[in-house]
């Protein structure tokens, strides 16, 4: 069953702006990551944050996790037309392989 | 190149035809997987492998028939598909069976079914 689900579906940003991706999941987890995909290419893993964690930052991105409210958000600040992509929430719980949403596509405006 | 290698890039096939996928690593992970993504669908997890030990087949048709004959390849052999068997197929790699470390994935097969 689909575990986590991103919001919004599509967003598009002009360049510099910030971009938020928000995730939310249903069960407890171990961990979650997010994972960025250009168009018609394999996944690339960005950032994993566990669930004793509530925040982490990895260059330009911001993770933030909420396990009270089962929720993550994924914030890219000064965005670039390179940022183009589909960004995908997964979730890792206890027993189980990564479950992933049905994504985000940021479309960056040069 | 992400250290996980698919081939090939593209595959065009019939439905009475039979051919492979194949995917290496090289990144000394224990664990490999395969992974269906279709159009405006979430990425289906189709088998895990842990040590060359097959630990989990999601219901997949047994038109799919996956291979892992060492710790590095992973194939995927295909036989008598269907159209709506058209997708990306990803494999995926990671340190370990729990997915603690983030997987690395390959760039994908996109495969036709006609």
């Known amino acids: 069953s689909q575990q986590g689900e991103e919001d919004p579906q599509a967003l598009s940003i002009q360049e510099g702006e910030n971009a938020t991706m928000n995730c939310s999941y249903k069960t407890s987890i171990n961990n979650l990551q997010w994972y960025r995909q250009n168009s018609g290419r394999g996944l690339v893993h960005l950032i994993l944050?566990?669930?004793?964690?509530r925040e982490k930052h990895s260059g330009r991105l911001r993770v933030t996790l909420d396990t009270s409210k089962k929720s993550s958000s994924l914030l890219i600040t000064a965005s670039r037309a390179a940022d183009t992509a589909s960004y995908f929430c997964a979730t890792v719980t206890s027993g189980s392989r990564l479950t992933f949403g049905e994504g985000t596509q940021l479309t960056v405006n040069p | 190149e992400t250290g996980v290698t698919q081939t090939p890039r593209h595959l065009v096939m019939g439905m009475t035809n039979k051919k492979s996928l194949k995917c290496e690593q090289h990144?000394?992970?224990?664990?490999m997987y395969w992974y269906k993504q279709s159009a405006k669908k979430p990425l289906e997890l189709m088998f895990v492998y842990s040590l060359e030990e097959r630990v989990e087949n999601n219901s997949v048709p047994s038109r799919f028939s996956p291979e892992c004959p060492n710790s590095s390849h992973l194939f995927l052999h295909l036989h008598t598909l269907q159209p709506e068997d058209s997708a990306l197929y990803l494999c995926a790699s990671s340190q370990s069976f729990e997915a603690d470390y983030g997987y690395t994935f390959g760039s994908g097969t996109r495969l036709t079914v006609v």
């Open positions: 990144l000394g992970h224990n664990a």
């Open positions: 944050i566990r669930s004793n964690e």
